[in-house]
């Protein structure tokens, strides 16, 4: 239900469109008000969304990487099954193999992460894992 309310009810545009700067990152009310929001607007609304829904904020994070060698994000949500890849900017409801993989498929599709960003942590990846995992002061 909210991973459906994101991918269509939230329009995909470009931050140059919408701020008039190339990069431009929206508190997730924003998007929630505008209904507007590129690809770290609809992860990061996405994922509090969630945690507001009551999954346990361990099991939700934003992922800042590479889509094919383009900037992109993206949220990953942990299941029995394992972690799942959500495409927060879809505009179509949810489904496996359209707009949600497993972690593994993901990756090899093209998804490369860098940066996985929990609610109070973040943890520096790459290709050899984990590199380095900080706090978030805010």
Excluded: Q
């Excluded at 940066?115 to 978030?136: A, H, N, P």
Aim: glycine share 8%; proline share 2%.
């Amino acid at each position: 239900v909210v991973f459906n309310f994101v991918s269509l009810e939230i329009k995909y545009v470009r931050d140059k469109k919408l701020y008039g700067y190339e990069e431009f990152w929206a508190f997730p009310e924003e998007t929630l008000i505008r209904k507007l929001g590129d690809c770290e607007d609809t992860s990061f609304l996405l994922a509090s969304l969630l945690i507001a829904s009551g999954i346990y904020d361990r099991y939700v994070r934003v992922v800042l990487g590479r889509y094919h060698w383009y900037g992109h994000a993206w949220v990953e949500i942990e299941t029995r099954e394992g972690w799942y890849i959500l495409e927060s900017t879809s505009d179509s409801p949810l489904e496996v193999g359209i707009n949600a993989w497993k972690k593994e498929d993901g990756y090899e599709m093209g998804y490369n992460p860098e940066l996985y960003v929990y609610r109070t942590t973040c943890e520096l990846v790459g290709y050899k894992g984990l590199y380095d995992r900080f706090i978030l002061y805010y």
